[in-house]
């Protein structure tokens, strides 16, 4: 714990001041979103542009006539924020090539949910990635469809009742594991790849540097509570995120040039159940229930350590 | 000096491109359009043409790189055919409601199922309310025209939409005819470089697709309908001097032996080469027929196209695609509705022919505007006809 105290000392000194996500935005109190936009703002600074897919995100910053973003952003749709990231990128390149604007480094950013990154939006990505276009991919994790009503996504963990894989009599609620974007990722062999969270916020705001100085592509993953979806009280949305990294339900770590490395040891990981009876949508899961995904977990932890300083992906 | 070359209208249109000087190219292959992006790939790779040119994984993100790239300040293209067109549908109403001018070849391809590589113009009028500059080509010199007139006239301030130039798959898009190209002074002095006052740009923030809830959202749409409309006057200006500059001249129709004719044959793109020489063998019967092209769809020009085709007694509209389930082709069924208040307005006769690519010989047309004379005199006139169709 007191090292964990001296790090957030450490990463308060070094936050800017400056705003560039506003206060006065429409989330839900206690949205892990706005917390993690005013962070990433806050590490790349004013010379970044936004493409943002539909979702909770988008909805809550930008309701005409008003705007939470002190950067250019743009939205067009909600399966192609990396298609109209790569766009951008391309114009600058070739206005700065051909002498029609000032030359500068902007940091071009894609910003997705689970669904627009996972689901909907995972054409775009790959193709965006594939291509090598020198932009950073951002998922804010909050694990189902929050803003249409939390329906189910491909991102939407093992267990939850949402309302499209509700719990009931012959539910158990979501049937299927987490798909592993960051192998999916990985797999493109992008210079950068990590994941971060909202309980992080020092590993975050390194993370998204690391992002951002990463010549091509980079792909950021982060753990962003939702108490409106996850039925849990909002003044716990940092502590139950803080729960997911400290369960192994939520890892942090990044991959470098195809060399993984976990960026957060947990010591002494603590059981899942209490992750899980902290939250709603898993209230119905029995002790055998969480048995399993004890098990699955541990399963998962072992196989990270053992990659953890070696190649993985498509390396 | 411009130069007279005989070229496949797919590389007239890649020399357009060209000599736009565009920024950002972003498109994905496809069967019939794929001519274009290759030539247009060979400019970049020799270093003709000094553009960021995205292969996309699909149209839905090609439409998406050209939104994006549109948005932050760079002259735009992109071309596609049919199915793509259909797949980058959602975003086409995404850049005319961000008034972003891109500009688009579209080599038309008929829509499956069945599948069919071939043309006709069933994918243009399935985007009919999407809010862009629809221009159709009837020969490699207008496609090679149209392209340029497209990004000057998009990116006019007083416009400020996307355009599309409409191609006929294969039946252009694949011929080899002499087009006079011009040079770079000459498309220099005509095209300036595109200069938007709003951009992307982290020295002057903006938002832009923000979302507008109910009290807003008729307003904004209002005004996209009208300005889209009163773009008219910029089209007409820029072809005018179009005219003045380079000599050949822009309508909203162009017309053939139609001043004095009874039934006038009215349809858009290639095949109206066709029709002219079916023209001309009806006047040596001692028919008074006549013809008019249809250049511009949208904005849909209804004052123009009352005034020319009014006077005749019947008009043969020969629709390249197909409303099904619907009464008629498209472009009749406009027609029919743009002279529902006129008085003394001719008959609107209504064929479609010419689906996926099956040509309309000269001797169809002669007899469609035999029959449509005939429909609109003695008989009872079917809703549309589909001509030429095995029972």
């Known amino acids: 714990m007191e090292r964990e105290s ?35 703002l806050k590490a790349m600074g004013p010379n970044t542009v936004i493409a943002e897919a539909t979702g909770c995100g988008q909805v809550i910053s930008s309701p005409y006539p008003q705007s939470a973003w002190r950067v250019p952003w743009i939205h067009t749709a909600f399966e192609n924020a990396a298609a109209t990231a790569a766009g951008i990128e391309a114009a600058y390149k070739a206005l700065m090539r051909k002498g029609r604007i000032a030359e500068e480094r902007i940091n071009v950013v894609a910003l997705a949910g689970d669904g627009g990154t996972a689901d909907i939006g995972l054409q775009a990505l790959s193709g965006a990635l594939e291509r090598g276009h020198d932009l950073v991919f951002i998922c804010y994790d909050n694990e189902a469809y929050m803003n249409t009503g939390i329906q189910r996504s491909g991102l939407t963990p ?15 609620g979501q049937s299927t594991w987490k798909k592993d974007m960051l192998a999916i990722v990985a797999a493109h062999r992008i210079p950068y790849v990590a994941t971060a969270s909202i309980s992080h916020i020092r590993d975050l705001y390194e993370k998204v540097t690391k992002a951002v100085e990463a010549r091509g592509p980079a792909y950021l993953h982060i753990f962003t509570t939702c108490p409106t979806g996850w039925r849990c009280p909002p003044d716990k949305s940092v502590e139950i995120a803080r729960l997911a990294v400290e369960t192994g339900v939520f890892n942090l770590f990044e991959i470098v040039e195809g060399q993984k490395r976990l960026t957060y040891k947990v010591s002494k990981r603590r059981p899942v159940d209490e992750y899980l009876k902290a939250q709603g949508r898993f209230r119905h899961l029995t002790d055998e229930d969480i048995a399993y995904i004890q098990k699955r977990l541990d399963e998962e932890y072992e196989e990270l350590l053992g990659q953890s300083g070696g190649p993985v992906g498509g390396y | 000096m411009s130069r007279r070359e005989g070229l496949e209208i797919s590389a007239a249109c890649a020399e357009a491109v060209a000599l736009a000087d565009v920024d950002v190219i972003a498109a994905y292959p496809i069967t019939p359009q794929t001519h274009i992006v290759e030539h247009l790939a060979r400019k970049v790779a020799d270093g003709l043409l000094d553009a960021e040119y995205i292969l996309a994984e699909s149209e839905h993100s090609a439409m998406s790189c050209c939104i994006g790239s549109s948005a932050a300040g760079a002259r735009t293209f992109t071309a596609t055919a049919g199915p793509g067109l259909a797949l980058m549908s959602e975003m086409l109403f995404v850049a005319s409601g961000l008034r972003l001018p891109v500009v688009m070849a579209l080599v038309n391809r008929t829509l499956s199922s069945p599948l069919s590589i071939w043309g006709d113009q069933s994918d243009v009028m399935s985007v009919r309310d999407c809010g862009w500059i629809v221009f159709f080509a009837e020969n490699g010199q207008e496609v090679f025209d149209m392209t340029i007139q497209a990004f000057r006239i998009a990116e006019d301030e007083r416009v400020l939409f996307p355009a599309m130039v409409c191609l006929d798959g294969f039946h252009l898009s694949h011929l080899v005819e002499p087009v006079e190209i011009l040079d770079r002074e000459e498309v220099d002095s005509f095209l300036p470089p595109y200069n938007p006052k709003y951009r992307l740009d982290p020295h002057n923030p903006t938002t832009m697709g923000a979302f507008a809830p109910p009290e807003f959202f008729s307003e904004i749409k209002k005004r996209q309908d009208e300005e889209l409309r009163s773009s008219y006057h910029v089209i007409l200006e820029v072809w005018g001097e179009w005219e003045k500059r380079f000599g050949r001249s822009y309508a909203p129709l162009s017309q053939y032996r139609s001043e004095d004719a009874e039934v006038i044959l009215l349809m858009a793109g290639a095949f109206a080469g066709t029709a002219r020489l079916a023209i001309d063998r009806l006047r ?63 008959r609107v006769v209504s064929f479609v022919a010419g ?15 035999e029959k449509a004379l005939s429909y609109a005199r003695d008989e009872e006139m079917p809703y549309y006809e589909m001509y030429g169709v095995r029972e």
Not at chain 1, 13 to 25: I, V
Not at chain 1, 158 to 163: D, E, I, N, R
Not at chain 2, 355 to 369: A, K, N, T, Y
């Open chain 1, 158 to 172: 093992f267990g939850a009742s949402t309302t499209t894989s509700p719990a009931g009599r012959f539910s158990k």
């Open chain 2, 284 to 346: 040596e019967k001692g028919l008074r027929v006549g013809l008019a092209s249809l250049k511009l769809w949208r904005p849909f020009p209804r004052e123009y196209l009352v005034d020319a085709l009014g006077r005749a007694e019947v008009v043969c509209v020969v629709d390249r695609a197909l409303s099904v389930g619907g009464a008629g082709g498209p472009i009749a069924n406009e027609l029919r509705a743009a002279f529902h208040d006129v008085a003394d307005c001719p």
């Open chain 1, 6 to 40: 001296s790090r957030k000392k450490f990463a308060l000194k070094r936050l800017p001041l400056e705003e560039y996500f506003s206060p006065g935005h429409r989330g839900c109190q206690g949205c892990g979103i706005t917390i993690a936009f005013r962070h990433i």
């Open chain 2, 355 to 369: 689906l996926s690519g099956r040509d309309i010989m000269v001797e169809g047309f002669m007899e469609m505007m």
